[in-house]
């Protein structure tokens, strides 16, 4: 693979179309190369085998010739060369005649006697060799054969030359000769390779159309009957439509209570107005109770407000590091005035501890979980913040004497709208809980406080596993609404762990 990506440039947007058919061309290019110089060898030998063959043949039939001549050795017309030269049609041709001595004679004086040891491979009878003459390169076929004259049969040597220049040439033809074959061979490949990777490619491309025709509120599952390597791509898509249906129809869910949780206040509402209105009521009596809806309403609708705004910061927040020490010491400065209305026994404890998150959403998830607290607490009861790191992890625990909750319906109070029978919230304040602590790869679980064996409240626990910055040095803050808070803030500090079994 690091071989492939250095000779090709392959990036992540590289087509697969293009980049199958560039590799594919390469693998043949280097086929195309190496088939062409086997080729070219073999032909440009074969090439010079005739021409030495053809060489010689015509130097014995030019032995023939002058045999039928009946010609006379110290004298050799050159009409016979000229006759053997009008049969061969080769014009550059050179001939020389010369006796066992290597005396000239007849034909081109020029020509040179052979050297001792040249002769041609494969050629029996003549000697094929490579000479000089005149500055020009020669190739020169040598027979020899005895002569019959009037007087006695007598060796002779008769020589044939051709111009090397003409096996240049040729040797130039057989190269184009393959060059073109081969681009040939490789353009029809190259072709025929398209049309398959296109056929190859036509599951991904059928696929990509099905989605194209989709309306945006079709959820439906894609079908999964494609070629295997596709399989894993459709059924990933296929549990991204599942999370987006099961989103949407909890968002569908969201809405129809919502509208329930705001219709009923407002109907009841109603009544009390016509009945204050016609006389029915008196106002003393249903003004408070008008009151009392208008505020629930309101509450109703300032937590929906903070749904919308968590629902939006999860997706574009200011992300970066919050102190949580200094949140929750924030958020017990907001509820200082209700926590001395009520005149709680309020601690905070906490070691520094840095997080990365949205500024608004930690200060939300811990304002909500103090603002339960408080709201179950009875008048003058003890509540509080621990910050703290354990081996592993960092937990804040919102605390409080409040009673506790019913265990079978502890894990349902973060699911909106969710309350015990009989309560009197909303129930949006957990759900927007744990959406925060979710965004923060921390959990958030409600558990009942034991204190000497029994349930005296609550303790809301969000935990983060692996803390981006711990801090090292732990600091205090310290009650805002009772004077010795310190005491009951460490002993409690303590009693979280043990309750639970968590440190
Ligand atoms: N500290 C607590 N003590 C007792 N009950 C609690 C506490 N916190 C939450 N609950 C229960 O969980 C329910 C859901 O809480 P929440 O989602 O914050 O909604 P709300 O506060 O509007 O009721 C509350 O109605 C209450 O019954
Ligand atoms: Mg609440």
Redesign the pocket.
């Known amino acids: 693979m690091q071989l492939g990506r250095w000779i090709l440039p392959i990036r992540r947007k590289t087509p697969i179309r293009r980049f199958m058919m560039v590799a594919i061309a390469l693998v043949l290019l280097l086929l195309s190369l190496t088939d062409g110089a086997f080729e070219y060898r073999a032909s440009v030998r074969q090439m010079i085998d005739m021409r030495d063959r053809a060489l010689a043949r015509i130097a014995a039939g030019y032995l023939r010739a002058l045999r039928a001549q009946d010609a006379d050795t110290s004298k050799i017309p050159s009409s016979v060369f000229q006759e053997e030269l009008g049969q061969v049609e080769t014009p550059d041709l050179r001939f020389r005649v010369s006796n066992e001595r290597g005396d000239y004679l007849g034909g081109d004086a020029h020509l040179k006697a052979p050297r001792e040891g040249s002769r041609g491979a494969g050629l029996v009878q003549a000697e094929v060799y490579d000479d000089t003459v005149d500055g020009d390169v020669l190739r020169v076929a040598a027979v020899r054969d005895y002569l019959l004259l009037r007087t006695q049969a007598e060796p002779v040597l008769v020589q044939v030359a051709e111009p090397a220049q003409a096996r240049v040439s040729a040797e130039y033809n057989i190269f184009w000769r393959i060059v073109r074959s081969q681009a040939l061979r490789l353009c029809i490949v190259l072709a025929l390779v398209w049309v398959v990777i296109e056929i190859g490619l036509s599951p991904l491309r059928s696929l990509q159309e099905e989605i194209k025709r989709r309306r945006p509120q079709d959820l439906t599952t894609v079908d999964t009957h494609r070629p295997s390597e596709l399989v894993p791509l459709v059924k990933a898509l296929n549990d991204l439509l599942a999370a987006q249906q099961a989103s949407l129809d909890q968002q569908r869910k969201f809405l129809t209570d919502a509208s329930h949780q705001l219709r009923t206040p407002i109907a009841v509402l109603r009544t009390l107005v016509q009945g204050t209105l016609f006389g029915q009521t008196p106002a003393a009596e249903s003004m408070p109770k008008m009151l009392n809806i208008i505020d629930r309403a309101t509450g109703l609708t300032n ?1 929906l407000l903070s749904m919308a705004k968590t629902d939006q910061l999860l997706r574009r927040g200011d992300w970066r590091d919050v102190r949580l020490d200094h949140i929750a010491r924030d958020v017990a400065v907001d509820f200082a005035p209700l926590i001395a209305r009520k005149r709680l026994d309020f601690s905070l404890q906490a070691t520094s501890l840095t997080l990365q998150t949205d500024p608004w959403l930690l200060g939300e998830l811990v304002k ?1 979980l103090v603002s ?2 408080i ?2 607490s009875k008048k003058g009861g003890a509540l509080g913040i621990v910050v703290r790191e354990l081996k592993h992890e960092a937990e804040m625990v919102v605390w ?1 004497h ?1 009673g ?2 019913s265990e079978d319906v502890l894990e349902r ?1 973060f699911e909106p709208f969710n ?2 029978k009989g ?1 009197s ?7 927007i809980c744990r959406q925060i602590a979710e965004s923060m790869n921390a959990s958030v679980d ?1 558990f009942n406080r034991i204190e000497a064996g029994e349930v005296v ?2 303790d ?1 626990v969000v935990r983060w596993v692996r803390p981006q910055q711990p801090g090292l040095d732990t600091e205090f803050f310290h009650g805002l609404a009772a004077a010795n808070a310190d005491e009951p803030a460490a002993a409690s500090a303590a009693a979280v762990g043990e309750a639970h079994g968590r440190s």
């Open positions: 937590q909500n339960n607290a709201h179950h409080d409040g506790g909750v109070l309350v015990p309560s919230g909303i129930g949006l304040g957990l759900s409600l409240g609550v809301a």
